[in-house]
């Protein structure tokens, strides 16, 4: 089935660092999503992209669709240590219903 | 005033039982949700409902049978419990064919199979 490809897989950062991750996959999707999920809780949405070459900003946290529709980054500046968790992204895709893919997950641990 | 809420948050249980898990959102969303995470934190959807319709099933058991009596509750039952069920399992809403990309998570229930 359809899968995405995030990497790193995981990293451990200074804090202050900016951190880079990104997520690839074989299919084409309408719509990139990047995720934060905290230990013991469900994801939630940090950035939606909308259409190919968006670049978007949410504070510290810039995501970009890529051009073939196929990939996506997420840049987080300045790291602090509340940014610990697990990053996922996920694609979407619309064939009569919305349906998502997630990605394998960036675990992110910040080093104060 | 949680917006999506799953019970219970913890679930141990033995292999062969049968047991559910319930889901409940107050955002008025037409679409809800069934997502399985495994020990590697993957995310894989399970089943999506949109008005009380089942419009996802990806490749489940039959073992596993949602329920949405109203929009705003999708339970998730599962029979003979086997090891391999063991997991976190979330719950999730968005406003769907309305129109929505958000979705929103409920805190999972970690299923313990024994």
């Known amino acids: 089935g359809q899968q995405l490809n995030q990497s790193p897989q995981s990293m451990f950062i200074q804090e202050g660092e900016d951190v880079s991750m990104n997520c690839t996959s074989s299919s084409i999707f309408n719509t990139w999503l990047w995720y934060k999920q905290d230990p013991g809780e469900g994801p939630v949405l940090l950035i939606a992209?909308?259409?190919?070459?968006e670049l978007t900003s949410n504070g510290r946290l810039t995501a970009q669709f890529g051009i073939t529709r196929k990939d996506s980054f997420l840049n987080i500046s300045a790291s602090i240590p509340s940014d610990v968790g697990i990053y996922f992204c996920a694609g979407q895709l619309f064939s009569g219903t919305y349906k998502y893919i997630f990605g394998t997950g960036t675990r992110l641990k910040v080093l104060a | 005033d949680t917006a999506v809420s799953q019970t219970p948050k913890y679930l141990v249980t033995q292999m062969g039982n049968d047991k559910s898990i319930k889901c409940e959102q107050n955002?008025?969303?037409?679409?809800m949700y069934w997502y399985k995470q495994d020990s590697k934190k993957f995310l894989k959807i399970m089943f999506s409902y949109n008005n009380k319709e089942l419009i996802i099933n990806e490749t489940v058991p039959n073992r596993f049978s949602p329920k949405s009596p109203d929009k705003a509750h999708l339970n998730l039952h599962i029979n003979s419990l086997e090891l391999g069920d063991s997991a976190v399992y979330f719950c999730a809403s968005s406003l769907g064919l309305a129109g929505g990309i958000e979705q929103f998570f409920g805190p999972g229930t970690r299923l313990t199979v024994l």
């Open positions: 955002l008025g969303h037409d679409t």
């Open positions: 992209l909308y259409k190919a070459g």
